[in-house]
């Protein structure tokens, strides 16, 4: 029994008016990455390639803050990062810090199946991406006017809220918004994990969240569950968060749902974060849970409907 779950991020109602018609759009997107993962998994595709497809989907989606669309840092360019973990054999591929990669998880993939390093950031990463013969972008090309104007109105509050004293314009009192990932277990029982992400808006240069970290965004052991997330990345990073879930299956016997339950509601909320995440265990239970007013995500399971939530 094979399934799959998305996410596109979570945090607040985006700040621009959410119109029914901006709605639509988001579960739109959501609902086609979603089905790019199930058709690969319906014929028998594995896990891997399926959380693969569906973010590279939400990555070319320029609603979502992963690769076109992504947000911009300080600097105002936009610098991607992304991960892709295998459960049955813990290969993993990670990148970060990268400006030209067209879908960074494809590179993360290219990383993975090379094998013999892990996590590649900067040029090096983007030198590895020409050799894997990847399709390489202006930097424009993730650049919207929507995430231009946001980059220009955060720049336009710190100025003000600090009378024209500059200090970095990340604010830790707007939760992100945007980032993708997907969970996946195909039907021979094997899960896989990826995230992706352009990072929090104003996010200093050279500044890396928990997405591409193996363990603290991304995660996944066929013997436990695969697990991806999104909020603010310090506290993911500095609660190991991806891999806390999968040792509490594993060494304390904990479901899949206290596992999360505790992780989000208790754990991360105790300590003032804001953010959710989506796993899906070894039998194919799906569980998603966010502490933010929304999380947008969809999942289906293999003889059910699919389903597309935000709220
Ligand atoms: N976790 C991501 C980061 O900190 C941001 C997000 O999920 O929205 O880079």
């Not at 973990?85 to 993975?112: E, F, K, S, W, Y």
């Amino acid at each position: 029994m094979y399934a799959l779950a998305i996410h596109g991020g979570a945090g607040d109602l985006p700040r621009e008016p959410f119109t029914t018609a901006r709605e639509a759009a988001y579960r739109r997107g959501l609902a086609q990455a979603l089905a790019a993962g199930q058709r690969l998994l319906e014929h028998d595709g594995c896990a891997l390639d399926a959380v693969q497809a569906a973010v590279t989907a939400l990555e070319d989606d320029p609603l979502f803050n992963a690769g076109r669309g992504a947000v911009l840092s300080a600097d105002g360019t936009a610098e991607l990062d992304a991960a892709i973990m295998d459960g049955t054999d813990l290969r993993a591929g990670a990148v970060a810090q990268l400006r030209h990669i067209r879908n960074p998880v494809q590179l993360a993939r290219a990383v993975l199946e090379d094998g013999s390093q892990v996590f590649l950031v900067g040029d090096g990463a983007e030198s590895f991406a020409r050799q894997a013969g990847l399709a390489l972008v202006d930097n424009d090309y993730f650049i919207t006017p929507d995430r231009r104007q946001q980059f220009e109105a955060l720049k336009l509050r710190q100025t003000q809220a600090n009378s024209g004293v500059s200090t970095p314009l990340l604010s830790l009192d707007e939760p992100p918004l945007g980032t993708v990932g997907a969970v996946a277990r195909d039907g021979a029982g094997r899960l896989a994990a990826a995230t992706s992400t352009g990072g929090i808006a104003g996010k200093r240069s050279g500044r890396v969240g928990d997405s591409p970290v193996i363990g603290a965004g991304t995660y996944a052991d066929n013997h436990t569950c695969a697990v991806s997330t999104t909020g603010h990345g310090e506290w993911f990073l500095r609660t190991v968060q991806a891999y806390d879930i999968s040792a509490r299956l594993r060494y304390g016997g904990y479901s899949l749902a206290n596992a999360v339950s505790e992780a989000i509601v208790q754990r991360l909320s105790g300590l003032g974060a804001a953010g959710g995440l989506i796993a899906v265990d070894r039998l194919g239970e799906i569980v998603t849970r966010h502490n933010t007013p929304i999380m947008f995500r969809a999942s289906v399971r293999e003889g059910e409907a699919a389903a597309v939530d935000i709220y």
